[in-house]
């Protein structure tokens, strides 16, 4: 059998037996102090990929996280553990190229709505269809923070920003719906007003076996202050649950929830099991490798130069 | 047929057999005829004959049809370009006739398929012309169909009539190509080839013999650029890749696409050329080092992400199949433009690797090379090869592949403590530490493209980021140091040094023994570590009054070539002087030469 590239490390001679492994608590997950203003929303997103990491005993060396450019995407720097800041727009296909040789690691992303839907936009579509098992949670805002207010894709009609004065004019994207659309088979929305309802659904993407897209609002209380306060209850809104009878797996219905006005519904809208990119090509490779059963590498790159004389 | 030398009667008695050690062939015709097979069969019967072999080929940009010529340079010596003229044409088409009739040497000889070509009477005096109803033929060897498909085969056996090729080996290959299809494929080949061979030359009285090569102690392997860089991809231990088609860079993806699972590895076509290599860094960071590549178009979108990997000191390797630019520009030309864009493309202060295989076997070595120094010094290493290596099939001694394969299985034990932009453990070189790895200290990497402190986490401190800086140039300048000291092709002391990168390396050599030949001082120089530089160039240059750089790009503005620039910007040598052209094509030694003369008789 010839060595794979989908090595599983072995069992570090530190760790004990998973069982008698306690969660790490936040102090031993906390690394740098949030460069986020005061009142962010993404404070508590953090906080709950903290609570995340502690209840479903994820280890330091298990953790990876991933993210782009924008305020949300310095999250890595946040979090002890394995992480990559990477360029604007390409968290995907980097967190990819980890998922896809590293099966043994559950990769997260966290990124903004710029990140994920403008200049990310193609990579957001072609990793949903590809159905690569990974997790990314957007932190919606509805606004570019870290460039101080100019106009995201995800920006409403007639919001006034730096770049548009007298308001968007824009059509802005609807995420939930984009994912529908591009083939992601699991997504959710939900809002870092309600922190159990952030947990409940992160633990949920990340038990799905494929692409799991969260939409989380979160509001940037410098450049969009009360963008969604109509889904917070504590400011007088509504937060709305999917309701308990509807069909995840019925992909128009999930599409018809995403079109409602906002604040809409929060939950999961869509989750269907599809075979994963990580499973189709392991299947490639197992069907290739058992014709190579018992032969070293050289030996298999031998076979082809043979025919090469 | 350079080199005729022994006239001797052959076995059957009527003809006369020539013997010669080497043979320039080129086959015109359009892109659907097979013409690339017949030359593939030639190349690969010289390898099982230990003889050398070059090959030189043009295919047009366009989705089907068009001109192609497919040229092949047999020899039972060093053979170290496709040769600047013919001994034969064997031509299709009327136009394949009147556009390369002019490649071939006055009194070569013109092979063509009466069906198509009607010869013109002012070339019959230059040229020894012999008509064969190739087309016609070649309907009738198989039977009468109707269809001429496999006239590419009967010509073959042409052509082994005419040299006297080896015709069971020949007839093994054919079975080779053909077996597993239909068996009435391989018959029909078969059929095809025999009639050709069978063919009464009655007009063309010589027949030729190579003499015998040297023996090899290894068997050859045939393949072109693009295969075995891929191949040595594989030898080196990469096992994950992710591209976006592209001219001529494709073969390489798709190769590996096919072979890699075999390995338990997988490539991913990716939806663009950003995606590509934000997957190959990914997967980089995730413990093994990956490929990505592209052609120069591709290799622009990527410039943003290889920025990434400089600062973040992630492992990668980057292959650039250079054509003919700007832009789209010609897709299936040859071309060393992309040079710059290699070793400067990006913004910021990025120092990275950039090394040229300068022919198809160094192409395998260099793969491995590229991988081992992206591990070693933590960085992207670029391999800047192009159109006519990868398209030119030549024959090379088999690689020791038990001695040579690696495993880069990365290690995942655990660490005491880990800092992975530590300024001063190893010299500054770190070691990437991939996810799954436990640290002890509890403090984990981050892999960043913000400037930063030694864990990886963002600083605007004003010393960190000169120190960082300096940190990032001053591994290259390790790696420069740990480089093999070059030696020139030739004395070491003349008029003129020719220097090169990449495919240019065989047509300067050919020039230097050429130009040797004649009593000229002529020598050369070719570099396969463009960026880095090895040390001591200065040195070598030293021994000559010209140093000329030969290379496939355009002169610029200021009448030096992208390589002259940087040798010039290094050394602020005045004597080093530029030899460029953009036509697309490979450099024939009679242009090197020519344009020295001149050159050299202008002052600097």
Redesign the interface.
Known sequence: M??????Q??I????PPAGERKGLTKK?IA??HPTWCPGCGDFSVLALYFKLIEKRKI??????T?AGIGCSSRF??FV????????HG?A???????????P??HVFVFGGDGDAFSIGG??F??TARKNVKLTYCVMDNWVYGLTKKQTSPTSPLGFKSKTDQWGAVDYPINPMKQAISAGATFVARTTHTNPNHVLQMMEAAMDHDGFSFIECLSECVEFYEHAFDASNPRKGGVFNEVPKDHDVTDELAAYKMAGEDFPGKFGIFYKVNKPTKNTK?NE??K???S??VGM???Q???K??D??? | MSNAIADVPSSGGAAKVTKINEAIIRIAGNSQDGIQAIGGFLARLAGRSEQEVMTFMTIPSTISGGPSIFQVRIGSGEVLSAGDEADMLLCFYQHSYEDHIKSVKLGGIVLYDADHVTPKPEWQESYRHVGVNISSLTVEAIGGTGRDKGKNIYAMGLLAKIFDLNIPKLTKLIEERFGGKDQSIVTNALNCFNAGYSHSLENLLKTYQFFDSEKKDRHQVVMNGNEALAFGLIAAGVRFGAGYPITPWSDIMELLRRELPKYGGSFIQTEDEIAAVSMAIGASYGGRVAVTGSSGPGISLKTEAIGWAVMAEMPLVIVDVQRGGPSTGMPTNVEQSDLNICCFGGHGDSPRVVIAPTGVEDCFYTAIEAVNIARKYSTPVFILTDQGIATRIEAFKEPNLEKICQDISPDFSDRADHKPYDLTANNGIPQHVAPGTKILSGKYPIATGLEHDELGHPTGSPKLHQLMTDKRRNKLRRLAAELPQLKTYGPSEGQILLVSWGSSEGAIHEAVDRARAVGEGVSCLSIRHINPLPNGLEEIFKGFHHIFVVELNDEGLYGYGQFASILRTRFADPRIRSITKSDGLPWKVKEILDKARTLASKKA
């Open positions: 010839s060595e794979t590239l989908i090595v490390p072995a570090s001679t530190t760790t031993e690394a740098d280890w330091h060396e298990k953790i990876t991933i890595p720097y002890q553990a394995h992480g990559a800041h990477f360029i390409r995907l296909p980097f967190a990819s190229g980890v998922s896809l040789s590293r043994d690691l193609n990579h579509n072609h090509e490639i490779v069907s290739f490798q014709k190579t070293k590498d050289w298999i790159l031998q082809n130069f025919r090469m004389k």
